[in-house]
């Protein structure tokens, strides 16, 4: 929930400059006859942004209360609680509201995703809608001049669908598309100066299932990622673990051609600003983005992968201070705020100190999918939609990073909750991250030295794609702390029951720790002289290489930064014999850092 007055900027229609839109024209009328509104459209579209723009310019003095239905607890709206009578001194049981209904202006209260809310809301919410009052108290005495319901009508994401004739009497109802509200002009004043005439075009010309899809908010989206030089594919929400698919139905019902990239390039055309597949460091570069920009992001990796250490450890050079650190599992609602009576007869919210204070914040929800209970995931829900806990702005709040696990790996299912569209599409960015996105094993080796690079040469060199997959990050610490032990290593991977462990041999690993003879950089570097003249023969049959041209390559491209530092004049030797077409896959896909590196290499082979 939260309020505002009117100091907000006036989207343009479009209809035409100055003139109002369909859903404004509505909002102006219902205030007038003092009838309360009910909006239905699909999500995305601009209700919501409409109601926070329009009342602001239409209306100046009166403030828009906003209640997110769908984020609501019972005792959010309304409590009884034991409030002493001035009169009598005596202790009496009274019906608190909510704060943000007593302003101290004229106000409209908007009810967003009123379809969404419990049962117990859900009559709440009637009395309001029909009469205008909240238990004992009249909302008119308040000072509300305008109530409207909003929400859309598919029953993959609302709870309730009403159909007592006795309700809908009481309203008045309104049916919009995505062109009865303002969000062109927004978009456009949003992202100057590209002209976005041409990406208008492109969404226009799309069928109505389409549009539907690429709905108004998920546009923005991507237009953000596309003003960051991200895949603009990051803006297209994570539904169920899924990237959502730009497919129109077929006959059937199920979806048809998967047309995500051809519009994702038409769109990336109209802009003239490319559609990368990959950048390098995704998870940091993003980071950086959200915190720059304000943005909500959505990371889904695999378990024991890193990848919530990398965003707190990027947030934290960001920022300067830790981020706020949230575990769904173990969060309750009373972590985050607590209702509480107020001296002057209201219900008002007690936030978490850490919420609180003028300092720059970032929020780190973790295992984001895996919810202690609903009721801790309604406030979550209400923090990463309206940057607003319990109807507060929280200041100076810069980005939001959700880390979650998708609902399947290595095919076994992971106890996760599902979500839906409407809350998938909060997010500007949505990333799936593979564990090579993740650069921990600089990490693993500052932390654990020679074992590190022994595990880590084991991990590149000695097991298949599928043995890699079962090996995390997080497993090949547990690796190097067993040995140090002398446990058996198995113990170290992933416990499957019956007596079974993780189905990946791990003989190769034990003889290295033996010293059974290997390659890997630390034992070019000691036999360099060898190398350089096995590298020189093959040179000299052919420009192709041989196969020990192969292993030298596979060596150093496998190598960390760290590792090709330290050994940065042999690197740099085996290299100069290397074929062209082999250095210059170095460069692809590399980090900035390693871009650097090799690029230093290269110079100084230029130099000679």
């Known amino acids: 929930m939260s309020t505002e007055t009117g100091q907000l900027t006036t989207p343009a229609t479009e209809r035409g400059r100055g003139e109002p839109s369909r859903l404004e024209s509505f909002i102006d009328a219902m205030i007038d006859i003092g009838q309360t509104g009910q909006i239905f459209g699909e999500h995305g579209i601009g209700k919501t942004a409409t109601f926070f723009t329009h009342i602001g310019r239409a209306h100046p003095g009166t403030a828009l209360v906003y209640v997110p239905a769908a984020n609501l607890t019972p005792d959010d709206l309304l409590v009884n609680a034991p409030v002493r009578d001035p009169h009598t001194g005596e202790l009496v049981l009274r019906q608190l509201v909510m704060s943000q209904l007593k302003p101290g202006t004229p106000f409209v209260l908007l009810i967003d995703d009123s379809l969404q809310a419990g049962d117990t809301i859900q009559s709440q919410l ?78 226009a010309s799309l069928s109505p299932a389409l549009r539907e899809l690429l709905s108004p908010r998920t546009l923005d989206h991507v ?30 019902g199920r979806p048809g051609q998967n047309r995500t990239a051809e519009i994702l390039d038409r769109l990336a055309q109209a802009l003239d600003v490319p559609n990368p597949a990959t950048i390098p460091d995704p998870v940091r570069q993003v980071v950086r983005a ?22 707190r450890e990027t947030v934290r050079a960001g920022l300067g201070r830790e981020p706020l650190y949230f575990s769904l599992p173990v969060t309750n609602v009373e972590d985050l705020c607590a209702p509480v009576p107020s001296p002057d007869g209201t219900l008002d919210n007690l936030l978490a100190a850490n919420f609180t204070g003028p300092g720059p914040k970032a929020i780190v929800w973790d295992e984001y999918n895996r919810p202690k209970d609903k009721a801790a995931f ?231």
């Open 378 to 608: 309604a406030k979550l829900m209400e923090i990463t939609q309206e940057w607003s806990l319990a109807g507060r702005r929280i200041e100076n709040l810069r980005a939001q990073i959700a880390v979650q696990n998708p609902p399947y790996h290595l095919g076994r299912k992971l106890l996760v909750s599902r979500n839906n569209i409407a809350q998938a599409t909060r997010f500007t960015a949505s990333l799936t991250v593979d564990p090579e996105d993740i650069p921990a094993n600089e990490w693993l080796l500052a932390r654990y030295g020679a074992d590190a690079e022994t595990v880590l040469e084991w991990w590149k060199h000695d097991i298949d794609d599928e043995g890699r997959a079962w090996i995390t990050k997080r497993t090949l610490e547990r690796l190097v702390k067993l040995h140090r032990k002398g446990l058996p290593l198995e113990m170290a991977t992933v416990y499957l029951g019956d007596g079974e462990y993780a189905p990946v041999p791990l003989t190769a690993l034990i003889d290295r720790f033996k010293g059974r003879p290997v390659t890997g950089l630390r034992e070019l570097a000691r036999d360099a002289d060898l190398w350089e003249a096995r590298l020189r023969r093959a040179a000299e049959h052919t420009d192709e290489g041989g196969d020990d041209s192969d292993v030298v390559h596979q060596i150093l491209a496998n190598a960390e930064l760290s590792q090709l530092k330290k050994h940065r004049a042999v690197v740099a030797r085996m290299v100069a014999l290397l074929p062209a077409k082999l250095r210059a896959t170095y460069l692809v896909g590399a980090s900035d850092r390693q871009q650097r590196f090799w690029t230093d290499i290269f110079t100084g082979l230029a130099r000679r």
């Open 223 to 252: 237009l953000a990622n596309a003003k960051e030089g991200f895949p603009l594919r990051w803006g297209l929400p994570l539904i169920d673990g899924e990237r959502l698919k730009l497919a129109e139905p077929g006959p059937d």
């Open 290 to 311: 959200a915190l720059r920009n304000r943005w909500t992001v959505l990371l889904q990796g695999p378990p024991g992968c890193g990848k919530t250490e990398l965003v």
């Open 126 to 203: 009637m009395q309001i809608a029909c009469n205008w009052t909240l238990g004992e108290h009249d909302l008119r005495a308040l000072g509300c001049v305008g109530v409207f319901l909003t929400d859309n009508e598919s029953l993959s994401e609302t709870s309730a669908r009403r159909g007592d004739l006795a309700l809908l009497d009481r309203m008045v109802t309104m049916r919009i598309t995505a062109n009865d509200t303002s969000w062109r002009r927004h978009l456009a004043a949003k992202y100057r100066p590209w002209d976005l005439d041409p990406v208008f075009a492109v969404w």
